[in-house]
């Protein structure tokens, strides 16, 4: 088992930044990729940043903007968001998986508005 706590999320206006943070305890070892998903109301969840083995992917509406990092133990993943747009505001997610497991943290609400 895998448990990940979010925290950062809030309220910020266009252009602003904010920082999200995941921290994961449990049995990490199984774990392969590590990333941000976020859903807007109405909207599927969609894939935000990761980790997936030693590569980093993005989602090319937040190339540029958002970084994504983490500790060497990968108990922590840092999504960094800069330069937000109102398009962004979603709960976003941590998630940790492998083939055979996947786990998801409870998310946090960004809100980008003026």
């Known amino acids: 088992q895998v448990q990940l706590v979010e925290s950062g999320g809030g309220l910020v206006q266009p252009g602003g930044s904010l920082r999200l943070s995941c921290a994961a305890s449990?049995?990490?070892?199984?774990?392969?990729?590590m990333g941000w998903y976020r859903q807007a109301p109405g909207k599927q969840r969609e894939l935000v940043a990761a980790f997936i083995s030693a590569s980093t992917w993005f989602a090319n509406s937040v190339k540029g903007r958002f970084t994504i990092s983490r500790d060497n133990a990968g108990n922590t993943v840092i999504l960094q968001m800069n330069s937000l747009k109102p398009e962004d505001t979603a709960v976003y997610y941590c998630?940790?998986?492998?083939?055979?497991?996947?786990?998801w943290g409870q998310g946090t609400q960004v809100t980008v508005s003026s």
């Open positions: 449990g049995s990490i070892f199984r774990i392969s990729a």
């Open positions: 998630k940790y998986w492998s083939h055979e497991y996947e786990y």
